[in-house]
Each structure stands twice: as structure tokens, then as C-alpha cells.
Nanobody, 125 residues
Framework: QVHVVESGGGSVQAGGSLRLSCAVYGYPYRSNCIGWFRQAPGKEREGVAAIDTDSRTNYADSVKGRFTISENNAKSIVYLQINSLKPEDTAMYYC???????????????????WGQGTQVTVSS
């Protein structure tokens, strides 16, 4: 059974950095893209970055220049490096896998069908 597990969240001050990890289990090899999403209290879940197996990436405009998505050589861990954190980055961060192969790096939550439990990022001013 394919599943993903996030880690690396925490509480940091504005201007700090975090690296989130998404471990991907169950694939003999990863064949589809992985996306990072976030959801703040009272807001809809939004996509922030995605990466495919050719290491092509896509970012939401709101995070370009501060967020970097990458993966390890085995493509079993996908990272989200977050720099220059702002209080508005406070949210639960989720990674998700596109098992159906239909996301094509798009950042729409409905295109991803295997979700982790999330990791909390809290940024204080």
C-alpha cells in the first residue's frame, strides 16, 4: 500500500528556515509526481510546490524564491526547503502523491490521491 509520511515541521521565528521531508513508501519506484500543500486554519488547502520523476518542478507564485522542492537520488524522499519564513506561512503542511498520473505538476489538491497526516509549521513574528 502506497503511503507518504511528512516530517520536519516546527516552531520558528520569522526569517528562519525549515526543511520538510516527505518519505514515500510502497512504490517499487516512484512513477508519479509528489506535491506539497498547506492549510491554515479557516482557509482552503493550497498547493505550494510539486516535483515529477524527471525532477521538473512547479511552484505557487506566492512561494517562488523562498520555497525549494527537491528529492533524493532514490526518489523516495521529497524535501521542501522553506527560507525567509513569514508568519503567514503558518499552516499544516501536507505532501501527497499523484497515483493516477494526472496531476502533471499542477497544484490542485483534487488531483492527488494519497495524503500524509501533515506536519505543523508555526512562524512567530
Amino acid at each position: 500500500q502506497v503511503h507518504v509520511v511528512e516530517s520536519g515541521g516546527g516552531s520558528v521565528q520569522a526569517g528562519g528556515s525549515l526543511r520538510l521531508s516527505c518519505a514515500v513508501y510502497g512504490y517499487p519506484y516512484r512513477s508519479n509526481c509528489i506535491g506539497w500543500f498547506r492549510q491554515a486554519p479557516g482557509k482552503e488547502r493550497e498547493g505550494v510546490a510539486a516535483i515529477d520523476t524527471d525532477s521538473r518542478t512547479n511552484y505557487a507564485d506566492s512561494v517562488k524564491g523562498r520555497f525549494t522542492i527537491s528529492e533524493n537520488n532514490a526518489k523516495s524522499i521529497v524535501y521542501l526547503q522553506i527560507n525567509s519564513l513569514k508568519p503567514e506561512d503558518t499552516a499544516m503542511y501536507y505532501c501527497a502523491a499523484d497515483n493516477g498520473g494526472s496531476a502533471y505538476l499542477r497544484l490542485l489538491p483534487r488531483l492527488y490521491n494519497t495524503w500524509g497526516q501533515g506536519t505543523q509549521v508555526t512562524v512567530s513574528s
